[in-house]
């Protein structure tokens, strides 16, 4: 069965560079949600689309944005790159047509800020 | 708004034994779900088992299976015959089933679990 596909897997930049990270939902999933994962932390949600529009919005800084695109890919943008965005970013994807709207995970992006 | 908190850092269970992961969570809500997540060395998600709050019956999956007790708030993990390979981290979640029900997770500070063989 097909799963999220995040790219890339791992990325290294430098202090106040920018980063774009994508996600490709299961087809036929309407909404994804990015989520932030500190070392040693829990996920932290950072924002949802669901039909291409803003959802949700969580603990995002204003130094992010993202968009989820006509073909239901999302891209999150990550500008003025700190050494605290360190982490594991995760998407996950999900349909209102399954039990319990259940969110499946991609396998994650790794950034690691230098 | 909703917290979840997982008052074990830390447990260990012996291989084959059962061990019980604790979770509580606040809400106002009277309508939600909340699930267990295992994250391997991987860092992979991976759903556990998850319970709707309007089902009295608690959920098993195999040998997970769960205590959801509405009124206190609690939603424990049961691990029974565990194996080598349950050694994670353990998440605790929360999520709200308002509107269309495409909210977010809530997440509890986790439970790293040690299997001893």
């Known amino acids: 069965a097909a799963g999220v596909i995040q790219s890339p897997r791992h990325l290294i930049k430098e202090k106040r560079e920018t980063a774009t990270l994508k996600c490709y939902p299961i087809?036929?999933?309407?909404?994804v949600y990015w989520y932030q994962q500190g070392p040693g932390q829990d996920p932290q949600f950072l924002i949802s689309?669901?039909?291409?529009?803003?959802?949700d919005k969580g603990s995002i800084p204003d130094r992010f944005s993202a968009q989820q695109f006509s073909d239901y890919h999302s891209e999150l943008n990550m500008s003025s790159l700190e050494l605290g965005d360190s982490a594991l970013y995760f998407c996950?994807?999900?349909?209102?047509?399954?039990?319990?709207?259940?969110?499946?995970f991609g396998p994650g992006t790794r950034l690691t800020v230098l | 708004a909703q917290t979840v908190t997982q008052s074990q850092p830390e447990m260990s269970v012996q291989e084959a034994e059962t061990v019980t992961l604790s979770c509580t969570y606040d809400?106002?809500?009277?309508?939600?779900?909340l699930f267990w997540y295992k994250q391997p060395p991987s860092r992979q998600m991976i759903l556990v088992i998850r319970?709707?709050?309007?089902?009295?019956q608690n959920a098993t999956e195999n040998r997970f299976s769960v205590n959801f007790q509405k009124a206190a708030k609690s939603f424990s993990l049961k691990i029974s015959d565990s194996q080598l390979g349950d050694a994670a981290m353990y998440f605790c979640?929360?999520?709200?089933?308002?509107?269309?029900?495409?909210?977010?997770?809530?997440f509890g500070k986790g439970t790293r679990l040690s299997v001893i063989a």
């Open positions: 996950a994807s999900s349909a209102q047509s399954l039990d319990y709207n259940e969110q499946f």
């Open positions: 319970q709707e709050a309007y089902k009295q």
């Open positions: 809400t106002s809500e009277s309508d939600y779900y």
């Open positions: 979640a929360y999520r709200s089933a308002r509107g269309s029900g495409n909210t977010p997770l809530v």
């Open positions: 087809p036929r999933h309407d909404t």
């Open positions: 689309f669901y039909e291409k529009m803003q959802s």
